[in-house]
């Protein structure tokens, strides 16, 4: 069987391209668990009462970067609400001038993404966007939360302080269960 089943993926690759990429199971259940805590996060971050045009306005949740990612957090976050909201999935390509990123209430920054970290930080600054990334030092440089591996497992750090300049209340319940960063003054990059 297993014979048969190789050339059959081999197959499959060549026909479907490079678009198509293998994904080891533990990155696949990575992406579960980073979707149910973007979920999780949703539930435990309070907005500004202007972070919403509407009591009833759906938590925009936008993706740049890895659209693989997209799929599993579309899929944990479907037919779901939160206080009366539901959830709008954004998938989005950099681009400078950020509109589409400062529209969202969370925004994750793939690790494809990581070369535009310091200017999306930048982007963000003065909006009340919860910022999530992927790549090493995220938190530190001023992005809200990152998520790190530590001994296989997906933690997650928060930098308050950017939190609060972002009007955002993160609930006590997530600050103890999380790494809490201070950002790096501009002498430590």
């Known amino acids: 069987m297993r014979r048969v089943l190789t050339p059959i993926i081999i197959i499959a690759a060549l026909i ?24 999780n996060f949703a539930k435990l971050v309070g907005w500004p009462a202007t972070g919403f045009a509407k009591p009833d306005s759906p938590i925009v949740i936008g993706v740049l970067g890895d659209d693989s990612f997209a799929a599993v957090l579309g899929g944990a976050i479907d037919g779901k609400k939160i206080e ?44 009340s966007t919860l910022s999530i990334g992927d790549t090493a030092g995220f938190a530190k440089r001023g992005g809200i939360i990152n998520f790190v591996l530590e001994d296989s497992n997906v933690r997650f750090e928060i930098n308050l302080e950017s939190a609060k300049q972002a009007d955002l209340n993160i609930s006590s319940r997530l600050i103890s269960v999380a790494k809490i960063v201070k950002p790096e003054s501009h002498g430590d990059r």
């Not at 479907?16 to 979920?39: N, R």
């Not at 959830?87 to 793939?110: H, V």
């Open 16 to 39: 479907l391209g490079p678009e198509v990429h293998a994904q080891k199971s533990t990155d696949a259940s990575e992406y579960f668990i980073k979707a149910g805590y973007i979920y």
């Open 84 to 127: 009366g909201r539901g959830f709008l999935l954004k998938r989005l390509r950099w681009s400078k001038d950020g509109k589409d990123m400062k529209e969202c209430n969370i925004l994750f920054i793939s690790s494809s993404e990581a070369a535009h970290n310091d200017e999306v930080i930048q982007i963000l600054k003065g909006t």
